[in-house]
């Protein structure tokens, strides 16, 4: 099993940056409005899953890999 700890999102952050010839700042806020996009999807399976992953709250994008990561089966 591949174990992806926190601080591996912002290697990756880091890494997408690169490979995209930007600022990691400019992947936060793509990927921030990403992550406020699924939020308010309206679709209500969706949202319920969203809801069930984060909550309430809206996740970092940092958060937000870390936890999509958890779920996937490689």
């Given at each position: ?46 949202q319920a899953e969203f809801q ?15 936890t999509i990561s958890k779920k996937?089966?490689?």
């Open positions: 099993m591949l174990r992806f700890k926190k601080k591996d999102s912002k290697e990756l952050l880091k890494r997408v940056a690169k490979i995209h010839g930007c600022s990691v700042s400019e992947i936060r806020e793509e990927m921030q409005y990403a992550i406020e996009e699924a939020r308010n999807n309206d679709d209500p399976d969706k069930r992953l984060f909550g309430n709250r809206t996740p970092s994008p940092e958060e937000f890999i870390y996937l089966k490689v």
